[in-house]
């Protein structure tokens, strides 16, 4: 196993703790959120990110690393709402939700290796504003692609994006975790 998924894994792991903690508090409450509320959750996260990269400024306290493991739970929960849809009720069990999880978490996975292997690692030697950056333009391309029906012309869809977004976020904890943030 490389550095990278070791380091990877081990946020994962974090990060579904965090989710499993919350499916015990809430249960899936969140499976009424329509898209473009996912979306304005994880634009919330990033831009408050990018407000603290800015100032410098953290009145409320909360730690930029748990903003960006919200927005690693929120993309998940962004891919689960797009591929099974939004609820009037809560329809599916807490168990359901982290199989759902732990699938789209694996593919998500799988992705990172191929696009590290063939980037070759770059965000190794990116500026962390620049991953808060990419996160929020991905944000910004989900909002435009669900006000126009998630069809696309020749983008890849949100899925990609919301798994783009997990990956960028998990690349900036390893950052922050290895203490070579920009």
Sequence with gaps: MTQTESEYRAIVARCRKIYELKMQDYGPSWR????????????IK???????????????????????????NYSVIG???????????????????????????????????????????????????????IILTKINRNKSIAAKGNKTLISEGCDGNYMDMINYAIFYLIQIGNTTSK
């Design 32 to 43: 009424i959120m329509r898209p473009q509320t996912v979306n304005d959750q994880l634009f």
């Design 79 to 133: 891919l689960i709402q797009l591929r099974h849809g939004f609820s009037d009720t809560t329809d599916m069990t807490t168990q359901q939700a982290l199989q759902l999880y732990d699938q789209y978490m694996k593919e998500t996975h799988d992705l990172m290796l191929k696009k590290n292997h063939d980037y070759g690692e770059a965000w190794r030697e990116m500026y962390s504003t620049s991953l808060t950056d």
């Design 46 to 72: 990033a831009k408050r990110i990018r407000e603290i990269e800015m100032t410098g400024v953290n009145l409320v306290g909360e730690s930029v690393e748990g903003e960006l493991m919200a927005i690693v």
